[in-house]
T-cell receptor
């Protein structure tokens, strides 16, 4: 069973479109995250949710809106996609500060 | 603002060599440090987690050390194998953040040739 699963794995779309990426974890973790990995492979946090509550929102354009319907799911909706949004988006989960992270396999978003 | 740097950016070694990857961070007020492995087109796999009160952690052929006061960590890989080829990332979590927020390094791309 995949611990943190993201869909879709690949997403190619045109500028201006709206798209969503879904994430689910079956680990029972309380905290979920979205990270963005840019073209230089640098990973940076975007959002963090703890028990469905938004905890961290790192200077991300408001075109990005995370939604957590329950603590096992954290979706990312992106409006009016721009070329610069092309990246790999990783979902992750964790249970407490003394524990490590579990990452999903990533969603490669390409905006053309 | 925490900044994490990894040296070297890329490393190519023959199979069987022992090697060391370096990670440095600018703010020593960390809660923990983690090493991850990323294979091409894949997610991140957690390798080792070192709490700020610990000096090292070991898992199989991997050993990670932490010198918090000097802002350094090393990942030692013994008897490297071609299957170790991947990008290795270190990440730190600050003491003062209420919830986990990892700041990642720039990564070391490792190639182990048979």
């Amino acid at each position: 069973d995949t611990a943190v699963s993201q869909t879709p794995k690949y997403l190619v779309t045109q500028m201006g479109n709206d798209k969503s990426i879904k994430c689910e974890q079956n680990l029972g973790h309380d905290t979920m995250y979205w990270y963005k990995q840019d073209s230089k492979k640098f990973l940076k946090i975007m959002f963090s949710y703890n028990n469905k509550e938004l905890i961290i929102n790192e200077t991300v354009p408001n075109r990005f809106s995370p939604k957590s319907p329950d603590k096992a799911h954290l979706n990312l909706h992106i409006n009016s996609l721009e070329l610069g949004d092309s990246a790999v988006y990783f979902c992750a989960s964790s249970q407490g500060r003394s524990h490590g992270y579990t990452f999903g396999s990533g969603t490669r978003l390409t905006v053309v | 603002k925490q900044e994490v740097t990894q040296i070297p950016a890329a490393l190519s070694v023959p199979e069987g060599e022992n090697l060391v990857l370096n990670c440095s961070f600018t703010d020593s007020a960390i809660y923990n440090l983690q090493w991850f492995r990323q294979d091409p087109g894949k997610g991140l796999t957690s390798l080792l987690l070192i709490q700020s009160s610990q000096r090292e952690q070991t898992s199989g052929r991997l050993n990670a050390s932490l010198d918090k006061s000097s802002g350094r960590s090393t990942l030692y890989i013994a008897a490297s194998q071609p299957g170790d080829s991947a990008t290795y990332l270190c990440a730190v979590e600050g003491e003062n953040t209420g919830f986990q927020k990892l700041v990642f390094g720039t990564g070391t791309r490792l190639l182990v040739s048979p």
